[in-house]
């Protein structure tokens, strides 16, 4: 693709510059921090009031549009102010599952809810006992009249405790190869049976949640795509989730984050940055991701010009998450090189307190990043049979 801005592309960020500038202002940054998933909400509703919500939706769903090259200035302006994305199970994930296997009354019904960010989703993949073999599941759905009965668990389930739906991946039959018999379905939270259980994580921080069903009745009408062919519905989803999961646009304000704080001389004019180690090593990650985000835009290309993001996905998971895990590494050596970053009484003068907690945060949670999404071992072995042909 050609990344060369054309004059309707620089007319096209200054929009989106002033955009962000005027509606990203103190007050939604302060909200995002004290309200959580409630702030989000508010932010991305003030997305879909200006018609930006889902850059990657059909326009005949409410989507933008945009070129590739449009979509890729979005992500850069949004990511170097420290925006976060729009929160992917609704947007991102279930939205394209619904529009590619569902009916057009789950269509009518479903999509303008998540376009309004009206309804709040959360994924019910991993089981406990399971690990990463998906495959495995064992949550169970019998079919009772125009419903199906839900019985079993879900892991992992980040945000279920602000969810209004869960899109599930049940079993309806154990007859065939553990890939066959699996149903993809859509379950409102409210339903009675359902159960929240907190996990506090390793940021100490309250994202994830093993959900528990007892019973749950769900209407038929809810699955998505055909009874016992899940597992091609996922695949389809995981590969949409793959593709955000990189993050490029995060990694490169990660790198200018750390440049200009391994840049603060401190005993006497020492800097980070003058170590040779350091910079080593930053030019090896500024070399993977320029790589990293060429591949990137090479799919949203082929996304832009009607496509489907396939195996090359679990080339951005991978690459994507090591390069995210590798940035944030630095930032805790940064946090460690300046004495006293992680301490409320650190001088302002040098990083603040601030940076180091940031650092903190972003370190215990990315150590996940190589594991949600499918792991990057699974992905590893996805890129072998079917992009290299390897059996």
């Excluded at 060369?4 to 096209?12: C, G």
């Excluded at 599952?97 to 303008?112: H, S, W």
């Excluded at 071992?377 to 996805?382: A, G, M």
Aim: glycine residues 10%; aromatic residues 8%; hydrophobic residues 40%.
């Amino acid at each position: 693709m050609d990344i060369a801005l054309s004059a309707e592309d620089h007319t096209f960020r200054d929009e989106v510059r002033n955009f962000l500038d005027t509606e990203f202002d103190a007050e939604m940054q302060a909200h995002l921090k004290s309200r959580g998933s409630k702030g989000m909400v508010e932010w991305q509703q003030k997305l879909y009031a200006k018609g930006w919500v889902a850059p990657n939706w059909p326009v005949e769903h409410g989507g933008t549009g945009w070129t590739a090259t449009q979509k890729y200035i979005w992500e850069s302006e949004r990511s170097l102010r420290g925006i976060p994305d729009v929160v992917p199970f609704g947007l991102v994930m279930v939205a394209n599952v619904i529009m590619a296997f569902g009916t057009d009354e789950q269509k009518e019904f479903f999509l303008p809810r998540i376009l309004k960010s009206e309804d709040w989703w959360c994924q019910g993949y991993s089981e406990p006992g399971s690990g990463s073999d998906l495959a495995s599941l064992k949550t169970k759905a019998e079919r009772d009249g125009d419903d199906y009965i839900i019985n079993g668990a879900k892991i992992w389930t980040t945000y279920a405790q602000h969810a209004d739906w869960i899109f599930c991946l049940v079993r309806t039959d154990n007859s065939g190869k553990k890939q066959e018999g699996i149903t993809f379905i859509l379950v409102d939270m409210k339903s009675e049976g359902i159960k929240v259980n907190p996990i506090i994580g390793i940021d100490n921080e309250h994202n994830l949640n093993e959900v528990e069903f007892n019973n749950v009745r769900v209407p038929a009408k809810n699955v998505v795509g055909e009874v016992g062919k899940g597992w091609t519905v996922a695949k389809a989803l995981l590969a949409h989730e793959r593709t955000g999961i990189a993050g490029v646009a995060d990694i490169k304000r990660n790198m200018r984050l750390i440049k200009e704080a391994a840049a603060s001389e401190v005993n006497g004019g020492q800097r980070l940055m003058d170590d040779p180690g350091f910079q080593q090593r930053m030019a090896d990650i500024e070399v993977e991701l320029m790589a990293l985000e060429f591949t990137e835009l090479r799919t949203l290309a082929t996304m832009a010009a009607g496509g489907f993001p396939g195996p090359e996905s679990s080339l951005l998971k991978i690459k994507g998450t090591e390069l995210q895990q590798a940035t944030q590494e630095l930032r805790m050596e940064i946090a460690a090189y300046y004495q006293g970053v992680l301490s409320t009484d650190m001088d302002p003068e040098v990083l603040g307190h601030e940076f180091g907690s940031d650092a903190r945060r972003a370190f215990m949670y990315g150590r996940a990043a190589t594991i949600y999404g499918g792991s990057n071992e699974v992905q590893k072995n996805i890129i072998s049979k079917y992009v290299l042909g390897l059996e």
